[in-house]
T-cell receptor, first 114, second 115 residues
């Protein structure tokens, strides 16, 4: 079975600080990887996705993530966070043996102080 | 705009009283999902429909049922809600393209309270 770990449960940053949220998964086959964001009171929205090709993917709002296959990781980064980035961030994986199933990590709650 | 719509956004039910949550989509996606998300936890897949084919996750309680009368609508029925079923219920959709997985689009969720 696949699993996804997000080791940082809560992160507090000041505006303009750099962000890196960790995501590790456990599955040895081919994977599709996603980061979703959930702003307070809103629904889950896709930030970015990796299916194949360039392991450095760029998403909306200045976010990017890097797939490192050897480390089973897909960390999310942003060079300079804004107050409006305050949200919960979920990493998710779909393995090639999982059909339509998406497995989510436990989420990281980010608070950005103005 | 094409979207995933969930009604109601907030639902209060009594312990043991059946409740139905609804989801509709204007994306014309062939796959629809129901997730349960408890506070500060990851969404957990309950089941999904691939077209009309129902797929139940192994650990989804029998208390939870689902119906998909047509492409656009999907319902989640909780036959006898317990206090532990209080959660946010998320509906999602995706378009399966010849077995290639694509991203899922989520609705705003229905927050269920059980009294």
């Amino acid at each position: 079975a696949q699993s996804v770990s997000q080791h940082n449960h809560h992160v507090i940053l000041s505006e303009a600080a750099s962000l890196e949220l960790g995501c590790n998964y456990s599955y040895g086959g081919t994977v599709n990887l996603f980061w979703y964001v959930q702003y307070p009171g809103q629904h889950l929205q896709l930030l970015l996705k990796y299916f194949s090709g360039d392991p450095l993917v760029k998403g909306i709002k200045g976010f990017e993530a890097e797939f490192i296959k050897s480390k089973f990781s897909f960390n999310l980064r942003k060079p300079s966070v804004q107050w409006s980035d305050t949200a919960e961030y979920f990493c998710a994986v779909n393995g090639d043996n999982a059909g339509n199933m998406l497995t989510f990590g436990g989420g990281t709650r980010l608070m950005v102080k103005p | 705009d094409a979207m995933v719509i969930q009604n109601p956004r907030y639902q209060v039910t009594q312990f043991g009283k059946p409740v139905t949550l609804s989801c509709s989509q204007t994306l014309n996606h062939n796959v629809m999902y129901w997730y349960q998300q408890k506070s500060s936890q990851a969404p957990k897949l309950l089941f999904h429909y691939y077209d009309k084919d129902f797929n139940n996750e192994a650990d989804t309680p029998d208390n939870f049922q689902s119906r998909r009368p047509n492409t656009s609508f999907c319902f989640l029925d909780i036959r006898s809600p317990g206090l532990g079923d209080a959660a946010m219920y998320l509906c999602a959709t995706s378009r399966d393209r010849q077995g290639v997985f694509v991203e899922q689009y989520f609705g705003p969720g229905t927050r269920l309270t059980v009294t």
